[in-house]
């Protein structure tokens, strides 16, 4: 089993940064990709990024494409949501996910969340304007 731990949020002023941190224990990392969904009040849970095993093939849903970067440290059973200039509308609590069906089958991170085996509980980002 798995255990994923978010940390890192809190309030920020828009055009701010912040840095989410994702670790596993358990279980190492390596054999899984990695995904980061968001979900504000009253809306469904969206994805966010994810990032390959290896770290070489990362997706961004397009709202925060060059603003958000998602990366790992495998050494670390860690991985990271990079945020800079943040927008009121990225308010939500962010949860990572582990998934290891893709790396067996030899594909991409999935941007679906039920393709996600293990999540975290969650950390909250507020922005304020």
């Known amino acids: 089993q798995m255990q994923l731990v978010e940390s890192g949020g809190g309030l920020v002023q828009a055009g701010g940064s912040l840095r989410l941190s994702c670790a596993a224990s358990?279980?190492?990392?390596?054999?899984?990709?990695m995904g980061w969904f968001r979900q504000a009040p009253g809306q469904e849970r969206e994805f966010v990024a994810a990032?390959?095993?290896?770290?070489?093939?990362?997706y961004y849903t397009d709202s925060v494409k060059g603003r958000f970067t998602i990366s790992r440290d495998n050494a670390k059973n860690t991985v990271y949501l990079q945020m800079n200039n943040l927008k009121p509308e990225d308010t939500a609590v962010y949860y990572c996910?582990?998934?290891?069906?893709?790396?067996?089958?030899?594909?991409?991170?999935?941007?679906?969340?039920?393709?996600?085996?293990?999540w975290g509980q969650g950390t909250q980002v507020t922005v304020s304007s």
């Open positions: 996910a582990a998934d290891l069906g893709s790396v067996a089958a030899g594909i991409g991170p999935p941007s679906v969340s039920s393709e996600y085996d293990y």
């Open positions: 358990g279980r190492s990392l390596r054999r899984y990709a």
């Open positions: 990032i390959s095993w290896g770290g070489g093939t990362t």
